[in-house]
């Protein structure tokens, strides 16, 4: 079987490494690791403004991961901005976005993680609640700083995410804000206070957002999923 090419979107932050401070494109080096542990090559995307240049990269790759990070800009999904909502990135959310249209125009694999899933709801047309903690009244999907939640989720039967991880299982969360309505896609896990933990799209694509973290654990049942789409995918082109 091919193996496959996973796009992996990208943070444009300020970094500091050996005598280096400055602008760079970075991303959590346990993305790529579990890629290359499931069987694929991962490939690091970093927001790009050109005209044509998410259809180019999607063109030339076998599966697509939004990866997680900051907040989503409230005026994508027509809202006013909630105290607590903070940090957006322009650039990067007009990337995804593109990113997200130019992989639904031709069925390619894509695994939104977090931020990622809350990207691909907004593109189809959804909405965020901005601020877990006023709905449910505690802080565990996000403690702070940079400390995961333990989160555990129950997933829908006969669903794709059911089939990947099981029924149940403990996951590491770090979001503060949730999907609130997620047009052509079901809700398939749930944490115990309700929240929605994960969406998919029917049918046969693997189009399959969570708001945890499958790149963290020891379980990487979401990525090799997704690298086995993504080799099926590449085999049909």
């Known amino acids: 079987m091919t193996t496959p090419v996973i796009g ?10 050996g005598v280096w401070n400055q602008t760079a494109d ?12 499931t069987g694929g090559v991962p490939v690091l995307l970093p927001p790009t403004a050109g005209v044509g240049a998410a ?25 006013e901005a909630h105290a607590r909502t903070a940090g957006w990135r322009p650039d990067r959310d007009a990337w995804e976005l593109a990113l997200l ?14 931020r990622g899933m809350q990207v691909m709801a907004v593109h189809a047309g959804g909405a965020l609640d901005q ?45 503060h804000q949730a999907v609130r309505t997620h047009p052509g896609f079901g809700a398939t896990a749930h944490a115990a206070d309700g929240t929605l933990e994960a969406m998919e799209a029917p049918g046969d694509r693997f189009c399959v957002g969570v708001q ?20 099926a995918y590449a085999e049909c082109r």
């Open 101 to 114: 249209a130019a992989a639904d125009a031709v069925g390619l694999p894509v695994l939104g993680v977090c």
């Open 131 to 175: 601020h877990l903690p006023d709905l449910v009244d505690h802080e565990r999907h996000s403690p702070g700083g940079d400390e995961f939640g333990a989160i555990e989720v129950a997933t829908t039967a006969g669903s794709r995410i059911a089939a990947l991880v099981g029924d149940r299982l403990a996951v590491n969360c770090h979001h």
């Open 212 to 231: 945890w973290h499958p790149e963290t654990a020891a379980d990487v049942g979401l990525l090799a999923g997704l690298v086995r789409a993504a080799a």
């Open 55 to 79: 259809d180019a990269v999607v063109a030339r790759i076998d599966g697509l991961v939004i990866s997680g990070g900051a907040d989503v800009d409230p005026a994508r999904y027509d809202a």
């Open 26 to 37: 970075v991303l959590p080096s346990q993305y790529a690791v579990a890629v290359e542990a």
């Open 8 to 17: 992996l979107s990208t943070y444009r932050e300020r970094a500091a490494w």
